[in-house]
Structure formats: structure tokens, C-alpha cells
Nanobody, 116 residues
Framework: EVQLVQSGGGLVQPGGSLRLSCAAS????????MSWVRQAPGKGLEWVSS????????YYADSVKGRFTISTDNAKNTLYLQMNSLKSEDTAVYYC?????????WGQGTQVTVSS
């Protein structure tokens, strides 16, 4: 079964850090393109970051560039999002996503709340 299982997240103060994890199974993770997408309360989906695992190329939204780092551990079939210098506007439900190959696969989502 193809699936993505997320962990991490929670409540953190502004300026703090969190790491999200996304464990993949049922497909060739090392040949996939993966992303993180978030949805803030009352808003639509916002792309955060992508990694083309087979090329090790990474991409970031301007809103998180320099603060977030996407990475993978192919030995563990796991995608990560290290989030530093968190701001209140980073509060959202975060989803990991397989961009390719098709079809898209989504994690279950994890809440990140940045608040003092």
C-alpha cells in the first residue's frame, strides 16, 4: 500500500523550531519528487517546499526561504521539514505530498501552531 505517515508538529513559541517527518512506504522513494504544503486557518493550500529526490534539487516558497529546510533520508524512506525562526503566520496544518510519479499521494496532515 502506498502511503505517507506524518509525525512531528505541535505548539511552539515565535522564534522556535520544529521538525516534521513524513515516512513513505509502498513506492520507490528515492526516485520521487516530494513536497510540503500547508493550509492556514480559513485559507487555501499553500505550497511550501519541494525536493526532487533523484536530483537532490530543493525549492522553497519566498515566505519560508532561509528559515525552512527540506531534506530526505533515503535509507529510512523519510522526508523532513526543519522549520526554524517560526512566525505566527506559519501556523497551519502541514501536509507532505508525493508530486511525482503520478498519482499524487498525501500524508494525513499535522498541526503546527506558533504562539506565545
Amino acid at each position: 500500500e502506498v502511503q505517507l505517515v506524518q509525525s512531528g508538529g505541535g505548539l511552539v513559541q515565535p522564534g522556535g523550531s520544529l521538525r516534521l517527518s513524513c515516512a513513505a512506504s509502498g513506492f520507490t522513494f528515492s526516485s520521487s519528487a516530494m513536497s510540503w504544503v500547508r493550509q492556514a486557518p480559513g485559507k487555501g493550500l499553500e505550497w511550501v517546499s519541494s525536493i526532487y529526490n533523484y536530483m537532490s534539487n530543493t525549492y522553497y516558497a519566498d515566505s519560508v526561504k532561509g528559515r525552512f529546510t527540506i531534506s530526505t533520508d533515503n535509507a529510512k524512506n523519510t522526508l523532513y521539514l526543519q522549520m526554524n525562526s517560526l512566525k505566527s503566520e506559519d501556523t497551519a496544518v502541514y501536509y507532505c505530498n508525493r508530486r511525482s510519479p503520478n498519482p499524487a499521494v498525501w500524508g494525513q496532515g499535522t498541526q503546527v501552531t506558533v504562539s506565545s
